[in-house]
């Protein structure tokens, strides 16, 4: 959260001039994710961790503080552990990656502490992005027609709700034909983006609908209508297929030789896309820069006011991690990690009576920008 002023609102909000008295300044904990493997059978996905030797960790998502709902493990003494997460939730919760929190305590006394403000008194933490295997889903409306609401799922397939027909074979533009049944349909991303110019994609013009001919036949009874990918919904799935790169070459329809960079911020959990130089088609991008974000927190230790109230500071603090590939090979060309003050704010504002506050502290965006516009060509 970034810092800021606000004027009172009926009493509950005060501006206090804070000054540092004393606290614990402790860094966030050392944990990273190894290795992800994923079970179909077991739905389970089993994360092989790194941390600190013969450590106590437990681990929670959300806002819940319910003991049931924790996770716990111990590093060995090489620093290693294994974490089970069951991922057995409906596909639309399934497919969110989700922030953990984990905590260098037990899950007994995580349990107890019931907030972030009591554990931080205690304990070092670190928040870790992990993303379950189904992949990122969003809502695209109904099919026109047919009354049959419809999701656009990662740029590989649609899935068909229950609030329509329930038998029938679905055709989606070139697409195959398939059973309704089957609850899947494959669509070429490119059939929706091809066409499109990334200049006017993200350089915030008017963008029209891309609409594939979609048929539905129920027996005797055949349906025509039109699957429309709304301006928001095909950048966003934009940037789930050039993220792929991480893996290797993103293919285009028709190539070209620019060499525009498309610079893709968190494409793992809320994707934005931007655009650096010109491409008036895809086969203009020549580089994607994937960028992604990692909060670590440290105790500011307490401030008082002037009116002799004290307040607990914790300093977030949002590290930023660059990587540049060549999209027509796939290989890494950069990378850098940019990380932003770790100094404690002299002052902050917090809301009257509050027992704790945070701070925020963010790496420019112009660093981001100057970092990737110097590994690539003009």
Known sequence: MKPFVSSPSRGALALVALVLVAGCKRGPLELSIEKKEYDTASKTLTLTMHGPKNTKIAARTGKSWDADSLEAF???????????????????????????????????????????????????????????????????????????????????????????????????????????????????????????????????????????????????????????????????????????????????PAESTGNATLWLVSPDVAPVAKLIGTAKTFGDIGYVAIQTSLRVSKSCGSYRSSSGNTTSVLLNMYRETVVVYERRTGKKVASKELVPSSVCPTMTSARAGSATTTSGSFVPEKEVRDFIVASTPP
Do not use: H
């Not at 609908?209 to 095909?234: I, M, N, S």
């Open 74 to 252: 111990e590093t060995d003494a090489e620093g290693s552990a294994k974490l089970e997460i069951k991922n057995d939730s409906t596909a639309r919760e399934a497919s969110e990656p989700v922030l953990w929190t984990f905590y260098e305590t037990t899950k007994e006394k995580l349990a107890k502490a019931k907030s972030d403000s009591a554990v931080s008194k205690l304990t070092r933490r670190v928040t870790l992005t992990i993303p379950l295997p189904l992949p990122l889903s969003m809502d695209l409306g109904a099919l026109r027609g047919f009354g049959v609401t419809m999701r656009y799922i990662d740029s590989t397939g649609v899935i068909f709700m229950s609030d329509g027909p329930t038998e029938g074979d679905v055709t989606i533009g070139d697409g195959p034909k398939r059973p309704l049944s089957s609850k899947s349909f494959p669509v070429e991303p490119m059939a929706v983006l091809g066409g499109k110019s990334p200049a006017a994609l993200f350089g915030g013009g008017t963008v029209a609908p891309v609409c594939l001919p979609t048929t539905l036949e129920e027996g005797k009874k055949t349906w025509a209508g039109e699957y429309c990918f709304q301006p928001d919904q095909q950048r966003s799935a934009t940037a789930r297929i050039f993220k792929a790169v991480r893996s290797g070459p993103v293919k285009v």
